[in-house]
């Protein structure tokens, strides 16, 4: 026989001998009742996932001595609601399917309820009669999956429930199954064992619930006056002794000379001279300003100004000079191939990862982020790098006229390609990839442009990009953070300690491998920013 251990609540453990047609709604009854827990309120875990209780022990998956938490159900008590039963019968055909309460409804009441609602069916009629069975030893069975319920009295305790049908729809095959007196007496034998072990949980689990009732409360103890008088006059009548008091007066010069010695030589650090220690730490402080809103600075522009000036502007070729590779142009380009060859990237921490991304976002005081309609027009605004997609929201709808529809506020913004719609409000404009600057489209559900507020001021392109180069371009932070400086030179020991036992790898000229360090000139974000822009930057 296989064995299942339940790991309760309680912290104990609980093992059950189950067999392979035992089922699992059974298991978790006997548990249960065993540690005087609410079968309806718990239910049987195994690998985090919640074990299906119409299925017996062989057809679960569990292999034997394994161990199944038992916990309860957050959703609160299972409830039971109704099921939908189909009868099969022994000729094949179904009947019509009849919905059931399952913790009230037994099999015999279902057959019941589908005699009366076909009287046609001679043979579901005559099963129900216990005389006719006992004459001809032809009882009637309900089978599921591979459980038959024999007899009418199997049939009357037997409850849908029991089969573990708690909800959904079900076929149940009805047949007329003619067993021996001999046969049929073992089976009744048998059901009256599992009847037994029924009412012992029983009063197990009744003797586990008056032992939890009769657990006394702990009063707090209120303790009077005249309890501690005795105690407090007996150490008043009590003289100390002479010695006491002088070894206690030699103490306390001691104990005073000790403090005053401590902080004698106390001087501040040369590095807080000229500092006031009550400002709050410098990298907080941008870190806060980073996600309060500033001011949008927000203007309109047509698109086809820059196609127009495109047009106008005299497009010189470049001579042939131009593609020539110079001396410069090889030796940037063997020093790649060197750094590509020598250096590795290393491996870096989630908390590395961490440091360096609020580095990059505390780079940009603001950020710039523009807005384009269909008919070519642009809403440009600023924000910081931290505020939230919902902000971004918000100072569109606020963009717009008074006399809007409702059909022109119901509207998303997306950034393509490829086309990715900005619909998580909680997440921040940085890791939507909209910083330092980026341009997104507006798309309502009328799919027309609606009218902007007037005192949005119309301006050309030129003007928009100088205030971009203004409050985004030029205020870029060189933000040395703190917390990865040290991780950086807690890097740098392990690599003199490797070096120095010979363990750190080297290259094939012979030297060690460095991290690799980001270039300023290399900065994806910068770049973002510079393609953002037109024309030359200072």
């Not at 009412?199 to 619930?209: G, N, S, T």
């Not at 605004?381 to 809007?404: H, M, N, Q, W």
């Not at 020991?493 to 000139?521: A, T």
Request: glycine share 2%.
């Amino acid at each position: 026989m296989s064995s299942l251990t339940v790991f309760c609540p309680n912290a104990r453990r609980q093992q059950i001998k189950v067999q392979p047609n035992t089922k699992i709604i059974d298991i978790l009854e006997e548990v249960c009742k065993k540690q005087g827990y609410s079968s309806n309120e718990h239910d049987l875990v195994y690998q985090k996932k919640s074990l299906d209780l119409t299925l017996t022990f062989r057809l679960s998956g569990i292999p034997n001595n394994a161990v199944v938490d038992l916990k309860k159900l957050e959703s609160g008590p299972r409830q039971y609601e109704k099921v939908t039963i189909s009868l099969q019968l022994e000729d094949g055909s179904r009947l019509t399917p009849v919905d059931f309460k399952s913790d009230s409804t037994s099999l015999f009441s279902l057959l019941e309820h589908y005699s009366s609602l076909n009287p046609e069916l001679v043979e579901l009629k005559k099963a129900l009669d216990e005389r006719s069975s006992l004459e001809t030893n032809i009882y009637p069975t309900i089978s599921y999956l591979n459980e038959q319920i024999i007899g009418l009295k199997q049939l009357r305790l037997t409850f849908l429930k029991d089969l573990g049908l708690n909800k959904g729809r079900y076929i149940l095959k009805f047949l007329n199954k003619k067993i021996e007196k001999d046969q049929y007496d073992n089976l009744m034998a048998d059901f009256e064992a599992k009847l037994a072990k029924k009412l012992k949980l029983d009063e197990i689990f009744k003797k586990k619930q008056e032992e939890l009732r009769q657990v006394p409360d702990v009063a707090p103890q209120t303790v009077s006056l005249s309890d501690t008088r005795p105690k407090f006059e007996q150490n008043l009548n009590k003289k100390p002794k002479i010695e006491e008091i002088l070894a206690v007066d030699s103490k306390e010069p001691e104990i005073q000379i000790q403090i005053q010695n401590q902080f004698s030589n106390f001087k501040f650090p040369e590095e807080t001279k000229g500092k006031n220690l009550n400002d709050v730490n410098e990298l907080a402080e941008i870190e806060r300003i980073s996600k309060q809103p500033c001011d949008r600075m927000s203007l309109l522009f047509n698109l086809d100004e820059n196609i127009q000036r495109m047009e106008t502007d005299e497009i010189s070729e470049p001579s042939d000079e131009f593609y020539d590779i110079t001396v410069n142009d090889l030796r940037v380009m063997l020093s790649d191939l060197k750094r590509n060859q020598n250096e590795e990237t290393p491996l870096m921490t989630k908390q590395m990862r961490e440091l360096e991304k609020d580095r990059k976002a505390m780079k940009y005081s603001k950020i710039v982020i523009r807005i384009a309609f269909k008919n070519r027009m642009v809403l440009q605004g600023l924000f910081r790098p931290k505020e939230l997609i919902s902000e971004l929201y918000k100072f569109v709808r606020e963009s717009l006229a008074i006399d809007c529809t409702t059909e022109d506020l119901d509207f998303y913004l997306f950034s393509s390609p490829p086309k990715k719609i900005l619909n998580e409000m909680k997440m921040t404009l940085f890791d939507a990839d909209l910083c330092p600057a980026a341009l997104i489209y507006f798309k309502n559900k009328s799919d027309t442009v609606p009218s902007l507020k007037e005192n949005i001021v119309l301006k050309k392109l030129s003007e928009a990009d100088e205030i971009v180069q203004t409050h985004v371009h030029n205020a870029i932070r060189d933000i040395k953070h703190e917390g990865l400086d040290w991780i950086e030179k807690d890097q740098k020991i392990v690599q003199n300690i490797l070096k120095n036992s010979g363990l750190m790898g080297k290259s094939s000229g012979g030297q060690i491998n460095q991290p690799k360090r980001e270039n300023k000139d290399q900065d994806p974000v910068k770049n973002k920013l510079e393609r953002f822009l037109k024309g030359p930057k200072k």
